[in-house]
């Protein structure tokens, strides 16, 4: 690395492309050794500085970020005649919880949620059951072509659902599965590629010498996954869970080719169509409570497994 | 081989081939999976991409016709055109996530608060956060034109216009997306180690040489991994389309081609000439990924 250069750096660098401000106790271990001199102080001094206008501007951002999704909130609780109010109200005068009581009647909300939670807790319960008895073959057990299998799944992460979705499509029409929720189950419970990949990494690091041992005490295979693997691999399977149950949750491709019947629509299409049918009569406060009540059960999921769910991704990531 | 020296390897090569069995047993369901639900669709679509198809009667084999009419098709050509435009929002956004995450890995209070606030938008559903922009682009109401009144800018009225829906889609796109990468960078960051810093500290390098020369360096991974899933995912942008521009907007200009495929497919039932859109889209995403993977292998022998 060409970091030899004996150029001094521009002094006042922005605070926050600094990376060494990112090193944990590093100023003060500097300002330690020569506390005496000012270049110390304002070191230190300068870093508590860019921290302030760090926050600053991450605090401009949060307001950005946050910012729509409280205006949905808002939204939800105003009178029809307050969203056309100037200057726009933040906080609704009169506060119409009203709205929160007559979308339920005004369109299919409840089925919606109901199709959903159907669809995506039987595809990640289902499926994270399956994809771990494969992660465990793939990672401890042998088995020829085992590497070209599992190649061959990986491979196929890098076909777009678009491009297999109208075969697809057509086989569940000729079997009579459109218009039900079977299209959107049954594919998912067959596994789930991404987090086979991600079990079989977390497998690595289980010594061989465990399941070696308990196969010299007779136990069967199934018998060492359950009592063995299972647990050894709960954590990082409840983090792929969730965030597998999140996307299905979410999906609205698939389920906008499969489901006409409003009554049997997944909760993203109930919302969709809510928007299109109430836009044109402007009921917006009625629009963002949908919206807002299908954001609410991931966002409590999220708050609740923030840190799981957050360790789980950055881990993802940087694996990848 | 004489038999008396591996007397136990018939017992054994019945343990393996049990022990194959089994394995084989427990990966059989992704793979039928596999079969089913991916490479016979893919197959068939390939298939189905030389054939006129309604999806009513039989494919009837009618060539490159379909190839052919896309290179002719305008609505074709422009969806495609309005995929590549709204992709430069992945440069944007890498920017910014990463500028984030220098900021969160500084040593502060509440970097944990504003990494789970700029988390939010990623968790959340697209379709609601497609509804509740749709709102917020509103021209005469909506919250992004209020704000900018704030400022004494009169918005457009975004969603409308075909010159602000593209940039419009971008911004919320780019909204969306920042925690995730910005998570990402922020992982890969705090495993650089730290000697590096020190060493080129003493050496005299600035923070910018610091950050070209160290930093960026070590978290090219990251840049590369979130660079092909950005392309992969933005070139089927579908869902925002679908909600907030149900026609594909002003004179086309915000109709993606997964959007497209979808309309030929299922509203128009040309199911053929969808497949050959699709197969194409298949293709651009491969020949991207397999360049990206060279392009990060020849950047891998740059760092060591």
Same mark, same amino acid.
């Given at each position: 690395?060409?970091?030899?250069?004996?150029?001094?750096?521009?002094?006042?660098?922005?605070?926050?492309?600094?990376?060494?401000?990112?090193?944990?106790?590093?100023?003060?271990?500097?300002?330690?050794?020569?506390?005496?001199?000012?270049?110390?102080?304002?070191?230190?001094?300068?870093?508590?500085?860019?921290?302030?206008?760090?926050?600053?501007?991450?605090?401009?951002?949060?307001?950005?970020?946050?910012?729509?999704?409280?205006?949905?909130?808002?939204?939800?609780?105003?009178?029809?005649?307050?969203?056309?109010?100037?200057?726009?109200?933040?906080?609704?005068?009169?506060?119409?919880?009203?709205?929160?009581?007559?979308?339920?009647?005004?369109?299919?909300?409840?089925?919606?949620?109901?199709?959903?939670?159907?669809?995506?807790?039987?595809?990640?319960?289902?499926?994270?059951?399956?994809?771990?008895?494969?992660?465990?073959?793939?990672?401890?057990?042998?088995?020829?072509?085992?590497?070209?299998?599992?190649?061959?799944?990986?491979?196929?992460?890098?076909?777009?659902?678009?491009?297999?979705?109208?075969?697809?499509?057509?086989?569940?029409?000729?079997?009579?599965?459109?218009?039900?929720?079977?299209?959107?189950?049954?594919?998912?419970?067959?596994?789930?590629?991404?987090?086979?990949?991600?079990?079989?990494?977390?497998?690595?690091?289980?010594?061989?010498?465990?399941?070696?041992?308990?196969?010299?005490?007779?136990?069967?295979?199934?018998?060492?996954?359950?009592?063995?693997?299972?647990?050894?691999?709960?954590?990082?399977?409840?983090?792929?869970?969730?965030?597998?149950?999140?996307?299905?949750?979410?999906?609205?491709?698939?389920?906008?080719?499969?489901?006409?019947?409003?009554?049997?629509?997944?909760?993203?299409?109930?919302?969709?169509?809510?928007?299109?049918?109430?836009?044109?009569?402007?009921?917006?406060?009625?629009?963002?409570?949908?919206?807002?009540?299908?954001?609410?059960?991931?966002?409590?999921?999220?708050?609740?497994?923030?840190?799981?769910?957050?360790?789980?991704?950055?881990?993802?990531?940087?694996?990848? | 081989?004489?038999?008396?020296?591996?007397?136990?390897?018939?017992?054994?090569?019945?343990?393996?081939?049990?022990?194959?069995?089994?394995?084989?047993?427990?990966?059989?369901?992704?793979?039928?999976?596999? !079969?089913?639900?991916?490479?016979?669709?893919?197959?068939?679509?390939?298939?189905?991409?030389?054939?006129?198809?309604?999806? !009513?009667?039989?494919?009837?084999?009618?060539?490159?016709?379909?190839?052919?009419?896309?290179?002719?098709?305008?609505?074709?050509?422009?969806?495609?055109?309005?995929?590549?435009?709204?992709?430069?929002?992945?440069?944007?956004?890498?920017?910014?996530?990463?500028?984030?995450?220098?900021?969160?890995?500084?040593?502060?209070?509440?970097?944990?608060?504003?990494?789970?606030?700029?988390?939010?938008?990623?968790?959340?559903?697209?379709?609601?956060?497609?509804?509740?922009?749709?709102?917020?682009?509103?021209?005469?109401?909506?919250?992004?034109?209020?704000?900018?009144?704030?400022?004494?800018?009169?918005?457009?009225?975004?969603?409308?216009?075909?010159?602000?829906?593209?940039?419009?889609?971008?911004?919320?796109?780019?909204?969306?997306?920042?925690?995730?990468?910005?998570?990402?960078?922020?992982?890969?960051?705090?495993?650089?180690?730290?000697?590096?810093?020190?060493?080129?500290?003493?050496?005299?390098?600035?923070?910018?040489?610091?950050?070209?020369?160290?930093?960026?360096?070590?978290?090219?991974?990251?840049?590369?991994?979130?660079?092909?899933?950005?392309?992969?995912?933005?070139?089927?942008?579908?869902?925002?389309?679908?909600?907030?521009?149900?026609?594909?907007?002003?004179?086309?200009?915000?109709?993606?081609?997964?959007?497209?495929?979808?309309?030929?497919?299922?509203?128009?039932?040309?199911?053929?000439?969808?497949?050959?859109?699709?197969?194409?889209?298949?293709?651009?995403?491969?020949?991207?990924?397999?360049?990206?993977?060279?392009?990060?292998?020849?950047?891998?022998?740059?760092?060591?």
């Amino acid at each position: 690395m060409s970091t030899s250069t004996s150029l001094p750096g521009p002094a006042a660098a922005a605070p926050l492309l600094d990376p060494q401000a990112g090193l944990p106790g590093r100023s003060p271990v500097r300002s330690g050794r020569r506390s005496n001199t000012p270049a110390a102080l304002s070191r230190t001094s300068r870093y508590k500085l860019g921290n302030l206008l760090v926050t600053l501007i991450l605090s401009l951002g949060a307001i950005v970020m946050l910012g729509p999704l409280v205006w949905t909130f808002s939204t939800s609780l105003k009178t029809h005649d307050a969203i056309f109010a100037l200057p726009p109200q933040w906080i609704p005068d009169p506060v119409m919880w009203d709205n929160y009581v007559r979308v339920w009647s005004a369109g299919p909300l409840l089925s919606g949620i109901r199709n959903s939670l159907i669809v995506a807790t039987t595809v990640t319960v289902i499926g994270s059951l399956t994809s771990a008895v494969a992660a465990f073959a793939f990672a401890k057990m042998k088995m020829p072509f085992k590497n070209a299998a599992f190649l061959m799944l990986l491979a196929g992460l890098m076909i777009p659902f678009p491009t297999i979705m109208i075969p697809q499509f057509m086989v569940f029409a000729e079997i009579g599965w459109v218009d039900t929720l079977l299209p959107l189950i049954v594919p998912g419970l067959f596994g789930n590629i991404i987090m086979i990949f991600f079990l079989k990494q977390y497998l690595e690091n289980v010594p061989d010498s465990i399941i070696e041992a308990a196969k010299l005490d007779g136990a069967s295979y199934l018998q060492i996954f359950w009592r063995l693997i299972f647990p050894a691999i709960r954590p990082a399977m409840a983090a792929q869970f969730i965030l597998w149950f999140m996307a299905v949750w979410n999906d609205y491709l698939a389920p906008i080719i499969y489901l006409n019947t409003p009554e049997k629509q997944t909760l993203q299409l109930v919302i969709a169509s809510f928007n299109a049918q109430y836009a044109s009569q402007t009921d917006y406060p009625l629009i963002m409570a949908a919206s807002f009540i299908a954001l609410l059960p991931v966002l409590i999921v999220f708050i609740i497994f923030q840190r799981q769910i957050i360790e789980s991704v950055a881990l993802t990531g940087g694996k990848g | 081989m004489s038999t008396e020296v591996l007397r136990s390897k018939p017992r054994r090569s019945r343990l393996h081939r049990r022990e194959h069995q089994v394995a084989l047993l427990f990966i059989a369901i992704p793979l039928i999976g596999f !079969l089913l639900f991916t490479l016979y669709p893919l197959l068939y679509s390939v298939y189905a991409s030389f054939t006129s198809w309604n999806g !009513l009667a039989a494919p009837k084999f009618n060539g490159l016709d379909n190839y052919i009419k896309m290179w002719n098709d305008p609505y074709f050509l422009k969806a495609m055109w309005n995929t590549l435009f709204m992709m430069i929002g992945i440069p944007i956004g890498l920017v910014l996530s990463m500028a984030l995450a220098l900021g969160l890995n500084r040593k502060m209070r509440g970097t944990t608060f504003f990494r789970t606030v700029y988390y939010v938008p990623v968790i959340s559903s697209i379709a609601a956060i497609a509804i509740l922009w749709q709102w917020a682009y509103n021209g005469d109401f909506g919250l992004v034109n209020q704000v900018l009144d704030l400022f004494g800018i009169q918005g457009p009225n975004w969603l409308a216009d075909k010159d602000t829906v593209k940039p419009a889609l971008i911004i919320m796109a780019t909204w969306k997306g920042l925690g995730y990468s910005m998570l990402l960078y922020l992982a890969a960051l705090q495993s650089v180690p730290r000697y590096l810093y020190e060493a080129a500290s003493l050496d005299g390098a600035g923070t910018w040489q610091q950050f070209r020369n160290i930093t960026m360096p070590m978290v090219r991974p990251v840049t590369f991994f979130l660079v092909v899933t950005s392309i992969i995912g933005g070139s089927q942008i579908f869902i925002e389309i679908n909600i907030m521009t149900p026609l594909g907007g002003p004179e086309f200009s915000s109709a993606s081609i997964v959007w497209y495929i979808w309309r030929q497919a299922f509203n128009n039932l040309h199911m053929g000439y969808a497949s050959a859109m699709s197969i194409v889209l298949g293709l651009v995403i491969f020949v991207i990924t397999v360049i990206q993977f060279r392009l990060n292998r020849r950047n891998q022998f740059s760092i060591d």
